[in-house]
């Protein structure tokens, strides 16, 4: 319904407009010879909406309240409300809401989560502005276009040096090195079933060596592993720690877990590495499209850069800030992340989640 009351004034005749009902006053004809007023609902909804967004994200809180408040301050005309939850309850809650769609707009979303939603039309099609300037493996290659990546994250080993050398442990440079049966018990790893990071690990070495291979390595692989854990950072926090010579894990934390004074090398394996990008989309049954359309070209255009503050894998490598505290990574990770078939990843995380649970879930951390 309406919140607001439009009154027209012609000649002393009358038409008040409020919520889903017409009133037509007439006060006199006289002066008035033929007027034809055609007023459309759905019109007035949109007038109604303008200006506002609801934006679904399952990004991190601290990364999107920086972004959205960034948005505002370049577009003060278009109020942002922001619904966040985890990967898997937003995405529960857009397909409750799949036939009655509440929100405008999706912020980052996992592609291999979102493009589900894309199978199902609920997202609006649009090319935004900038989009042939980009990284093309964050580009949705398949028209209609619907969604975009911005950015992402991928796969990566931490070794503590000071354990592997109390252990006598060489160092890996590639994933086939760690079924070497030298390092059985010193690894642990992320949970493809709870943990983004620990399936783009799963789903990259099936793209990189196929079906039978990958499960192969994946059997010889659990034998060295002492934890599946529930959190993608995890791994990297053990070895970190010390409670873990090898972390699976993801070069974001492994970042912090250096910066913040641990012995750890980060290695990106020879064979390449997995990865996963966030990906924005404007919602199906938008009341304000032309609003979305513009947050959508932002995040290409100025929302670019603020990525490239916060995040080591953007669309846009050039907009990387890099940081002087660390080694020059960032060029090898851009350089091994591997051709990943997102759409293909998306149909199949369900099989090949189910099918790594039968055979591996037996060492999975206890949930807490």
Known sequence: MLNMIVIFKMNKSKILIGGNYMFLIKKTFKTLSTV???????TFN???????????SSTDADNLKHYMDEFQKSHPDIKVNVVRESTGTMAAKM????DNPQADFLFEMAA???????????????????????DQRYVDNTAPVTWVGNYGWAGCICWNRIEAEKNGL????????????IYKGHISMPNPASSGTGFLDASSWIQIWGEDKAWEYMDALH????????????????????????????PGRAIKVIKAGAPIDMIIPDEGIG??????????????????????????????????????IIADSSKVTKDPELPDFYDEVQAKLINNDFVWAAANKDRIVAEWKKRYDGKTEPKS
């Open 275 to 312: 990865w996963e990008m966030q990906v924005v989309a404007i919602m199906e049954g938008t009341d304000n499209l032309e609003d979305a359309k513009t947050l959508m070209d932002w995040t290409l255009g100025d929302g670019m850069k603020l990525f490239g503050e916060r995040q080591s």
């Open 170 to 181: 060489p160092k890996p440079t590639s994933w086939a090195e760690l079924t070497n049966p």
């Open 46 to 56: 949109q007038l109604a909406n303008a200006g506002e967004l609801l934006v679904y």
């Open 95 to 98: 397909m409750a809401e799949k």
């Open 36 to 42: 034809l007023i055609f007023l459309s609902l759905s």
């Open 112 to 134: 291999t989560v979102a493009l589900n939603m894309e199978a199902e039309g609920m997202f609006v099609e649009y090319t935004p502005k900038g989009m042939d300037a980009i």
């Open 223 to 250: 034998e060295n592993i002492g934890v599946y854990t529930h959190s993608g950072s995890k791994p990297c926090k053990q070895a970190g720690s010390g409670e873990f010579t090898i972390g699976i894990s993801w």
